[in-house]
């Protein structure tokens, strides 16, 4: 296929290469490329066109370097992110983990802690 022809389909937006008409990304794309999902699922799971399939497919081999360097930026720019939540929430986080149970939940959580125990054991 020529690039000229998957032009209508891999677009440069604001969010980097998308495929037009829809919120998706090549990096969605691609992380179930890394993660070896067969074409088919992947199409299926991002509700895809075969076209639309085939000329990403297509476009990441033709453009392998390229997309392979952007997917890594970002994927350091989202681990970036999460640190920065995980830094802004970590003391609030140990303050809801230090609240005593609510009211009514006291078997489930007797229940999860000794399903923890068990598992720990194993």
């Known amino acids: 296929m020529d690039v000229q022809d998957m032009q209508p389909t891999v677009v440069r937006t604001g969010r980097g290469l998308s495929i037009a008409g829809t919120r998706i990304t090549l990096y ?3 992380d179930y490329v890394e993660a070896e999902w067969p074409p088919a699922l992947i199409q299926h799971w991002l509700n895809l066109t075969d076209q639309q399939i085939a000329d990403v497919l297509t476009y990441i081999a033709d453009h392998h370097d390229e997309v392979e360097a952007e997917y890594q930026q970002v994927l350091q720019h989202a681990d970036e992110v999460r640190a920065s939540w995980e830094e802004r929430n970590h003391e609030r ?3 809801i983990a230090a609240l005593p149970p609510k009211p009514g939940y006291e078997a489930a959580i007797a229940k999860l ?7 720990d054991l194993a």
């Open 113 to 119: 802690r000794a399903r923890k125990t068990e598992l």
């Open 93 to 95: 986080l140990a303050k």
């Open 28 to 30: 969605d794309v691609m």
